[in-house]
């Protein structure tokens, strides 16, 4: 296929976009499919890196490259995600096994629930992400067709350092668990193995998954943009504003909005499993990191950076999916905003703009992941009050251990 220049895309893609809202049809049919498979093999290329990443851990599935796309590849990748998988569980069980005679009864409940999260949370990606098999080309083909629709252009740099940052984030986890670990475990290579396995590797897997959503989200918020600029330009013609130019950009953001949608529910469990460990560890650590003041003789560095290492990455975590929802978010209240500043025009018009409104004020469920809650800003509050409640509850189960325990000893002594 003919490669097109940067330049020539640029006004291929803009002279489409005119055409598409003056509602006329583009005269040259295979100039339109070219530039929309340019598109999409633009930003294929460029998600190509992350891709084989998330292959080799079981967030995409091997049909994402469609030179892999055969049974015998299928069968592969299925048998290194089952061994790779029954690996981590032989070493969790050694870790909780070896390591529950050396915690007390509230940090062994801790750990090993910590551990069942992850180990559940690892198949509900891959399960999830193998599903979509036989529709994960169309994921970039549907992209192509928008942008071609839109006159959005790929911007590769762009979408290049925001991968590489993500990596970069993760790259710094690693390194950081890696001596932390080590010192941790009592500094021999066989235990840290255990821990590197049981709470490093799961999350890193976990987090490549979550970096291929943030990249997605964040290509959602620049189309979103782009869309919300196409729609400034058009008001500001006033009353010659065209009908069909409105009714081409509505049509552009309802299918934007059913993308997003799509990739929320598609998440959806993974993020609810997200929150779930992350709150439960954030709160633990943060009642950990309590008894260990009341008892700082107890307490070594190793420790206090191998918890507050992982305190960070939850925090992170949980609240990089509220930033990259909330960026959507706040351009769909955007192009609301500009609709609304709308008077003085013909009724055809304002009926169409009406219809918009409405269009943006219906789509509330795009950004609810499990049906169960929205992921915007306004969650934290909620966290926020589960987070007292959850210390609440573990300072009263300590205290009630504690008086047991001490009640036990009297009647032994007796």
Request: hydrophobic residues 45%; aromatic residues 14%.
């Given at each position: ?8 895309r ?43 990443i ?18 015998f ?11 790779l ?5 032989f ?40 599903s ?24 590769r ?13 993760l790259?710094?986890?690693v ?22 396995h ?18 997605l ?21 006033g ?5 069909g ?20 529910q ?23 990191f ?19 290492l ?12 509220l ?48 049906d ?43």
């Amino acid at each position: 296929m003919l490669k097109l220049k940067r330049k020539e895309r640029r006004i291929a893609a803009w002279t489409q976009l005119q055409l598409g809202l003056a509602g006329k049809h583009p005269s040259n049919w295979n100039l339109t499919q070219q530039l929309h498979k340019s598109n999409a093999e633009q930003l294929h290329q460029e998600l190509r890196f992350l891709l084989i990443i998330c292959v080799i851990f079981g967030s995409a599935p091997i049909s994402v490259f469609p030179r892999c796309s055969s049974r015998f590849h299928e069968v592969m990748q299925y048998c290194w995600l089952f061994l790779l998988y029954i690996w981590l569980c032989f070493l969790a069980y050694l870790e909780l096994n070896d390591s529950s005679g050396d915690l007390n009864n509230l940090e062994r409940n801790f750990y090993i629930f910590e551990s069942i999260t992850y180990l559940m949370h690892i198949p509900c990606v891959v399960i999830v992400s193998l599903s979509w098999k036989r529709r994960i080309g169309q994921v970039f083909d549907t992209i192509g067709k928008f942008d071609l629709a839109s006159g959005y252009i790929v911007k590769r740099k762009k979408i290049r350092r925001f991968v590489h940052f993500q990596l970069f984030l993760l790259f710094i986890f690693v390194s950081c668990a890696i001596p932390i670990v080590f010192f941790n475990s009592a500094e021999t290579i066989w235990k840290s193995t255990c821990s590197w396995h049981t709470y490093v590797v799961p999350n890193t897997m976990t987090g490549f998954s979550f970096v291929l959503y943030y990249t997605l989200m964040e290509g959602i918020c620049c189309r979103m943009k782009r869309l919300v600029k196409a729609l400034h330009a058009e008001l500001q013609r006033g009353i010659s504003m065209r009908r069909g130019a409105l009714q081409e950009l509505r049509w552009q953001h309802r299918n934007l909005l059913h993308f997003y949608k799509v990739l929320n529910q598609t998440y959806g469990l993974s993020i609810l499993l997200l929150y779930s460990s992350s709150l439960i560890n954030f709160n633990t650590n943060l009642f950990l990191f309590y008894k260990a003041i009341e008892n700082s003789s107890n307490a070594r560095w190793n420790w206090w950076c191998y918890n507050n290492l992982f305190l960070i990455m939850h925090t992170s975590k949980m609240f990089y999916i509220l930033y990259f929802n909330n960026n959507v978010q706040r351009e769909q209240t955007n192009c609301l905003t500009l609709l609304s500043t709308v008077h003085g025009i013909n009724g055809d018009l304002m009926e169409t703009i009406d219809h918009f409104v409405l269009q943006l004020q219906d789509n509330v469920r795009a950004h609810v992941a499990c049906d169960l809650f929205e992921l915007d800003y306004k969650l934290i509050p909620a966290l926020l009050m589960i987070t007292t409640s959850l210390f609440i509850f573990l300072l009263q189960y300590d205290v009630t251990f504690q008086a047991l325990a001490h009640a036990n000893e009297e009647s032994l002594k007796i």
